[in-house]
């Protein structure tokens, strides 16, 4: 009697197990023989989540409630708290000042740049967001201004310097994806680097470049704090021009305007004036693109700068901790399950970030009921045919048919979207974050092309191995 006891436990035992690693269908009373399963060690490292959006259904579900490291599917969440809370139509302003009095087309004063933080100007991702050195000399030239006895000063004071995120990696500081948020913003925040020159286009006083020659290909960092880029390493013979992050874009943006007021006779002394009476005119008003063409350009092409600036949109003024508990709030009144959810940044580059395929499915259902979906779904870039997703189903039925954000880092892979139906409207929420694969990226491609080609198209003879799946290596 004791030995059929233990017999009828271990087989329920081996039966449970199967249960809990089989992906079922919500709903069912039992697992599916029909319902797809992620391959081999796939079904080890992958989280995936699916949700009908006409029946709220979750159709398919592995891992889904696991914590993973989104990499940039994080902009998703970013891009969808800022449509809860702002007005997609509102922009950035930067106003610019001249302080002090004027006399006979001498400003006894200052130039005053008051920074918000806006990541666009000079940004050669938007036209109309250039020529802001040049409008703030028009604007000087307007009120009759020749010589400025003061500076130019870059003010600062109205934005939370809040560092470079937690989890962003010392080797990404220097990369121009890893170029951080700060108040004052200017080109990207990148400058071109050459090598053995040190001369930075364009101009950054403030950057200082060090080399320190040792054996080895040429390597370049810089410490989280600091403004000091260190390359060590041999130079090529003929040197060296790379694209760098710039930590210092005040100074890019103070020498610009004063380099652009030279080109016009405007002289500037630089003396140190406090106030000195007088008001304050206006010189120049810079008003960015609307959030919405920001977000949608982010959204595209993976843009991190873009995302920690429309992050800090949620608490102006305040720290990022400040606008990442304002982000929170939103999904926990709307009654989403926040369980094993850790936020750093906006952009999904931090390693410390943590989200669940269940969380993110559920605010990309909650997005389409919403009153801004149609403007929510338009932030996407559709699948095989554009943005960092352009390879990604192609030639396959879902392309552009399926609108998803890509994230990729080293030992990540992940997308976050909707399928669309034949009006272009919503079907389902999609959802897939893979963390520590041992395959090549584009074989976690093809076998999650597969997953979605048995949960969509299960009749279907396509063979996703003959779909192109760019396995080149890109951080977005």
């Excluded at 559920?362 to 554009?386: I, K």
């Excluded at 960092?388 to 030992?411: A, D, Q």
Aim: proline share 5%; with cysteine.
């Amino acid at each position: 009697m004791k030995f059929d006891t233990r017999m009828t436990r271990l087989l329920m035992a081996i039966m449970l197990a199967v249960v809990i690693l089989t992906p079922i269908k919500a709903g069912s009373d039992s697992p599916q023989s029909s319902t797809p399963a992620m391959p081999g060690s796939f079904a080890k490292t992958t989280g995936m989540y699916v949700i009908d959006l006409k029946t709220g259904e979750v159709i398919y579900e592995i891992n889904g409630s696991k914590a993973f490291i989104p990499a940039s599917v994080t902009k998703a969440l970013t891009t969808a708290s800022v449509l809860c809370l702002k007005d997609s139509s509102e922009m950035f302003v930067t106003p610019v000042v001249a302080l002090g009095k004027i006399n006979d087309g001498t400003l006894n004063g200052n130039v005053v740049v008051s920074c918000v933080g806006d990541p666009t100007i000079e940004s050669r991702h938007f036209k109309d967001a250039q020529g802001f050195a040049d409008s703030v000399t028009s604007g000087l030239q307007a009120l009759g201004i020749r010589h400025i006895t003061g500076r130019v000063v870059i003010d600062e004071a109205g934005f939370h310097n809040s560092g470079i995120p937690t989890g962003w990696m010392t080797e990404d500081l220097t990369e121009p994806y890893g170029a951080e948020l700060q108040a004052a913003n200017f080109a990207d925040n990148c400058v071109s680097l050459s090598m053995p020159s040190r001369k930075t286009t364009p101009s950054t006083p403030a950057l200082t470049v060090e080399h320190k020659k040792c054996k080895g290909h040429a390597r370049l960092r810089r410490e989280r704090s600091g403004k000091t880029i260190t390359m060590t390493g041999t130079l090529p013979r003929k040197g060296l021009t790379t694209r760098v992050a710039n930590p210092v874009a005040a100074s890019t943006l103070k020498t610009a305007i004063e380099r652009s007021m030279a080109t016009v006779g405007i002289s500037i002394e630089n003396r140190d004036i406090k106030h000195s009476g007088g008001r304050a005119e206006l010189v120049y008003t810079h008003l960015s693109p609307r959030f919405t063409d920001i977000m949608r350009s982010l959204m595209f092409r993976s843009d991190n700068l873009m995302a920690e600036g429309m992050l800090r949109t949620l608490a102006p003024g305040e720290s990022r901790q400040e606008a990442i508990a304002e982000e929170m709030d939103i999904w926990k009144d709307n009654e989403i399950d926040m369980s094993y959810i850790m936020l750093e940044d906006g952009s999904g580059l931090s390693r410390n970030n943590r989200l669940t395929p269940r969380f993110l499915a559920s605010v990309l259902d909650w997005m389409s009921r919403s009153l801004v979906a149609q403007s929510y779904v338009r932030l996407f870039p559709r699948a095989g045919v554009e943005g960092t997703v352009r390879n990604f189903l192609k030639n396959t039925p879902f392309e552009g048919k399926m609108i998803l954000k890509s994230g990729s880092m080293r030992g990540v892979q992940s997308y976050a979207g909707y399928l669309l139906d034949e009006y272009g409207n919503p079907s389902h929420a999609v959802v897939v974050m893979s963390n520590d694969f041992k395959c090549s990226r584009g074989q976690l491609r093809t076998a999650i092309a597969d997953v979605l080609m048995q949960i969509f198209y299960p009749q279907s003879d396509f063979d996703s191995e003959n779909s192109p799946t760019d396995d080149d290596f890109i951080q977005d």
